[in-house]
């Protein structure tokens, strides 16, 4: 069995109200989906999960699975009666190498003059 870690981030529809959104999120939670690193909280609309494979699965499988937990996520939020709708969907899946939050760059100083 093999380690992945993927990447999401998906876009919702502007109108999507705020309660749709975190139950969106507690949704993916829910499956396993991390909203944080460390202790610090992921950019907003952005979660990663770590995931097995067996040998004879592709990324392509993975990222397939990430979509699929996407669209059943959304399809609860849906089905409780609230408004949703994905835009867009952004899924990498890399091996289990290097992966976290970086440091914003620090913003650069005004221009005197």
């Known amino acids: 069995m093999r ?5 999401m981030v998906y876009d919702l529809h502007p109108d999507t109200p705020p309660e749709s959104r975190k139950l969106l999120r507690a949704h993916l939670v829910a499956r396993r989906w991390q909203d944080r690193h460390d202790g610090a909280p992921m950019p907003q609309s952005a979660v990663w999960i770590r995931r097995s494979a067996e040998d004879d699965q ?23 009666g609230r408004p949703i709708q994905v835009m867009r969907v952004w899924i990498q899946v ?14 650069p100083p005004a ?3």
């Open 58 to 80: 592709t990324t392509d499988d993975l990222h397939a699975a990430c979509a699929r937990d996407l669209s059943d996520a959304a399809a609860a939020v849906a089905q409780s």
């Open 3 to 7: 380690s992945f870690i993927a990447t």
């Open 111 to 113: 221009p005197t003059g």
């Open 94 to 107: 890399s091996g289990a190498g290097t992966y976290g939050l970086a440091r914003p760059a620090p913003a």
